[in-house]
């Protein structure tokens, strides 16, 4: 047939969007780096490039919601306990290692030199000395090593989400039904990780995240731009391996399975394997990203993995517009920064005469109400007003 | 013509309620074949027990040249064997294109990774051509699935059938909600498909099944009661007084 087929196009012809958007990041990134106060001209201040870079790496987060529910219809409320994983794994050896480099200073100037047994106690001490302990749990057992701490960042979450995947999606539980499943898995969790005995502190979290060993003589300014790089680097490399995923024919599939499953099924596709793939690599990605994260945070503690945090993380997506990558980022930079304004502070209070509207307590109705008229008046959310007017112009 | 697919014995009771009595019905290759039933008759449950969505209590599904027993597979393992449906209403994926849904559709490895490192290839393209001319869709290619009126979706869902390149089709009530003009389309499409496989058609739609001039199988509790062409059929008293005797025995 000489008519047809019609050329096949590149994928980033075929996507334009997703060039726009690397350029769009490539922009902010480097106007916040010349900004900032690394570089020297100070306009954006350290704690606000750790705002924004934390902000990114909810970005990276979000996209992959946005894949797993958007594209594939899985309303997970359990990816923020992935991010968490992520930021737990990294915190531990963050925390191990610091710990590890103020011991060896201390004992030096003793006369006898410390036994290994000596400085691995006094390390025990120093980081579990507040839930009232000084063994170190098994699960630290790779604390002391940046690359098993790294991998663990994968393969934890990974693996997590695998036979959690396997389970629910092959007993055929869908819907809410598996909303509920995943939130009760990010609640045992966050349950698991407040009690003492849990060997994370309990309800300490980790702490002191910000400062990274070896780095003590590189200032917060400096650490936070390289980890604000890191994050948009990892932005952008997600962005496009989902982008990618979404425009394959598996992209197609999953959306298909969005829409109809058991319609998939008598396809002849084995729809489980499909919901496995998407939910494990998202939770992979959610991972990461916390790893990042949390560096910049300084601090995790159990009530971050509660299931609340993936519930904002929903209502992220839902404003951004599900089905499409950009809407997910627009929605969690807008939400996510909003937030920090109205709560931090930085919203003026409105004074009414009778009645004070203090944005820290007002906040939270304010955005459930954005997230209702959101749904009623604009279900494709942000990004889909934002296709109307491209289409239009 | 060989036999396809030999159900034999199979029963069905659904707590307390017997869709499914004692079945036995056989399928050559190719043949086109019709199912009649007044309702509850078990037209359905039939068709869910061929495609593995429900499975039998008791009973025997042969199938193929091998005549391998379909049951205890999988919805996708019976249709990778080469078992298409089409349900009675469209189902077909509304957000995508109708490209789209017949590529989904196209006989190809169905492993995650394969399909998403899969390339479109220009023999897919020729296949999707061909078959949008058959369903008479060539010019609606791009568009959104969703967008179609109702008889050119149920014309998209025998596409994905056809593209699927099955060798038993199962069609359930395909004329539905039809035109008298796209009714004689579907008719021609169903015994083009019919030269080279087998394809069951369930319909209620009397003028339809004679138009298809094909055998008839009338199902009645779960049962068949009567085979063979529709004049002989229709000459059953049972048959008249169960079904063709209730003019109202409705959709």
Not at chain 1, 174 to 193: D, E, R
Not at chain 1, 276 to 301: K, M
Not at chain 1, 303 to 329: D, H, Q
Not at chain 2, 120 to 128: F, N
Request: contains cysteine.
């Amino acid at each position: 047939m000489s008519q047809t087929p019609p050329p096949r196009k590149s994928f980033i012809v075929r996507n334009p969007s997703v060039l726009y958007f690397l350029a769009a990041l490539a922009l902010f990134t480097v106007f916040v780096a010349v900004m900032s106060e690394a570089t020297g001209t100070g306009l954006i201040s350290t704690s606000f490039v750790k705002t924004l870079g934390k902000t990114l790496c909810f970005c990276l987060i979000a996209i992959a919601m946005d894949v797993v529910w958007g594209y594939c219809g899985i309303l997970s409320l359990g990816h923020f306990a992935f991010f968490g994983i992520g930021g737990y794994a990294i915190g531990m050896w963050l925390m191990y290692a610091r710990t590890e480099l103020i011991v060896a200073q201390s004992l030096a100037g003793q006369v006898i030199p410390p036994t290994q047994q000596e400085v691995t106690d006094a390390i025990g001490k120093q980081i579990f000395g507040v839930v009232g302990s000084s063994d170190f749990p098994a699960i630290w057992m790779f604390a002391d090593s940046l690359f098993m701490q790294l991998a663990i960042v994968v393969l934890v979450p990974g693996l997590l989400a695998l036979v959690f995947g396997w389970l629910a999606f092959r007993s055929r539980v869908t819907g809410v039904y598996l909303s509920i499943l995943t939130q009760a898995m990010t609640l045992a969790l966050a349950l698991y990780l407040f009690q003492n005995d849990s060997g994370l502190r309990g309800n300490n979290g980790l702490s002191g995240l910000q400062n990274i060993p070896g780095f003590a003589d590189s200032g917060q300014d400096v650490i936070s731009l390289v980890f604000f790089l890191a994050s948009a680097a990892a932005l952008a490399l997600g962005y496009v391996v989902f982008a990618w995923i979404t425009d394959s024919k598996l992209g197609n599939i999953i959306q298909a399975i969005r829409d109809d499953e058991s319609r998939v099924r008598f396809l002849g596709y084995h729809v489980e394997s499909y919901k496995l793939f998407v939910f494990t690599i998202t939770a992979i990605v959610a991972g990461i990203a916390g790893a990042l994260y949390y560096p910049q945070a300084g601090i995790i503690n159990p009530a971050e993995v509660a299931p609340i945090a993936s519930i904002y993380l929903a209502v992220w997506v839902a404003i951004g517009g599900r089905g499409r990558l950009y809407g997910a980022v627009i929605g969690a930079a807008l939400v996510s920064l909003l937030s920090s304004w109205f709560t931090g502070g930085g919203a003026p209070d409105i004074d009414l005469g009778f009645y004070k509207i203090q944005w820290v307590d007002w906040w939270l109705v304010l955005l459930g109400v954005t997230f209702a008229l959101v749904t009623l008046f604009a279900p494709k959310g942000i990004g889909g007003l934002f296709d109307k007017l491209v289409r239009k112009s | 013509m060989t036999t396809l697919l030999e159900m034999s014995g199979i029963s069905k009771n659904f707590d307390g309620f017997q869709a499914i009595t004692n079945l036995s019905l056989q399928i050559g290759e190719p043949e086109l074949r019709a199912v009649i039933g007044p309702n509850g008759a078990g037209k359905t449950t039939f068709m869910d027990i061929i495609t593995g969505k429900t499975k039998p209590d008791e009973g025997r599904i042969l199938f193929g040249d091998d005549s391998r027993s379909l049951i205890g597979m999988s919805e996708s393992e019976i249709a990778s064997l080469g078992i298409g449906r089409k349900f009675q209403k469209p189902t077909v994926f509304e957000a995508q294109t109708v490209r789209e849904n017949l590529a989904m559709a196209l006989k190809n490895p169905r492993a995650v990774f394969s399909v998403l490192l899969y390339r479109k290839t220009s023999k897919g393209a020729e296949r999707i051509e061909e078959i949008a001319d058959e369903i008479n869709l060539t010019d609606q290619l791009t568009r959104p699935a969703g967008e179609l009126s109702h008889g050119q979706k149920q014309w998209l869902e025998i596409g994905m059938l056809l593209a699927q390149s099955p060798r038993l089709l199962l069609v359930d009530e395909p004329a539905a909600g039809m035109t008298a003009h796209e009714r004689e389309h579907t008719t021609d499409i169903l015994k083009k498909a019919a030269k080279t496989r087998a394809v069951i058609v369930v319909e209620h739609d009397m003028e339809f099944v004679r138009r298809l001039n094909c055998k008839v199988t009338v199902l009645h509790e779960g049962s068949v009661l009567a085979e063979g062409s529709l004049d002989h059929v229709t000459k059953n008293k049972t048959v008249v007084d169960v079904y063709l005797g209730r003019t109202d025995a409705g959709d």
